[in-house]
């Protein structure tokens, strides 16, 4: 399967996907030894999806970015890895067209406006879906939803193992986000503590100035089985998932005129999903998991 590199980047966020990407050498470690919960499937296993006819298909141009890891990022070799690069050659391999399928990488700023002018027929990049952008484009089913988390300190004195133990602690979040009106919405008695960003957020909580925090599953995840919390703290009951706070989760943009080549998609990950390859994929990328 072809791929092609074609992106522009900040230096300040490829070092970001650097520091992201080194930590990934302990990942295989740290999946045997955390376990983590297995991906929920989000297809209905009565739910039969058709398979369209490719057979006429030219190619199939992936589009993704650079700078989202471990989602789609440069490894230490300067290859195109991550989550979403591995999906897209399941993909392919379940439609039976890795021949024809193609993987091309354009700063995030560019994938809508190339998908737009034909520049490629997909977009695998994390691109949030939007009323707006339904006018314009077709979204596959969802593959992957991004949960909220709690996280504590483990020498705050919580006395329970879930969240209504959690009541009257003193809990950060980063306000004007949407886990702050999430945390108000859900959790009415906690007791919130506002943060400017997610930097001085983790510092709080690691410095024991709040009991626990509430934020993106995702960077959670990761940050307390790092070397930068100091074993501190750790994931605490969850996950929370809400539409209406959180999106719809990650699905694949495409044009609204390829009907056939959406249904396709949807197929595969269907299949993907129902026959445990697309947990192989989480399991590779998310070894301290969402869930």
């Not at 969850?238 to 495409?254: A, D, H, N, R, V």
Request: glycine share 6%; hydrophobic share 45%; with cysteine.
């Amino acid at each position: 399967m072809p791929v092609c590199l074609s992106s522009t980047i900040s230096v300040p966020r490829l070092l970001a996907c650097a520091a992201l990407v080194a930590i990934s050498c302990a990942w295989p470690v740290a999946a045997e030894e955390t376990k983590p919960q297995n991906l929920p499937i989000l297809f209905d296993a009565r739910e039969r999806l058709p398979k369209p006819d490719l057979s006429s298909l030219v190619r199939l141009r992936f589009l993704t970015s650079i700078d989202f890891p471990p989602f789609n990022f440069l490894d230490q070799n300067g290859k195109l890895t991550g989550f979403h690069v591995e999906l897209a050659r399941k993909i392919c391999d379940e439609l039976s067209i890795s021949d024809k399928c193609q993987i091309q990488a354009l700063p995030f700023g560019e994938l809508q406006g190339a998908l737009a002018a034909s520049q490629g027929d997909a977009v695998i990049a994390g691109v949030a879906v939007t009323p707006e952008l339904r006018k314009t484009f077709a979204f596959s089913r969802p593959f992957l939803t991004l949960p909220a988390r709690f996280v504590r300190n483990l020498k705050a004195s919580i006395s329970g193992s879930t969240t209504a133990s959690l009541a009257g602690h003193p809990v950060g979040v980063v306000k004007g986000t949407v886990h702050e009106a999430m945390l108000t919405a859900f959790f009415p008695a906690i007791k919130p503590v506002p943060f400017d960003d997610k930097d001085a957020l983790l510092a709080a909580v690691k410095d024991g100035k709040v009991d626990a925090a509430f934020a993106d599953g995702l960077q959670l995840s990761f940050w307390v089985s790092s070397p930068a919390a100091e074993k501190c703290c750790a994931l605490f009951d969850g996950p929370y998932l809400s539409q209406q706070f959180l999106g719809e989760g990650l699905t694949i943009m495409l044009r609204q005129q390829d009907a056939d080549l959406t249904a396709a998609i949807n197929h595969a990950l269907a299949t993907l999903s129902r026959d445990g390859r697309l947990q192989e994929i989480y399991l590779r990328y998310f070894p301290y998991g969402l869930y």
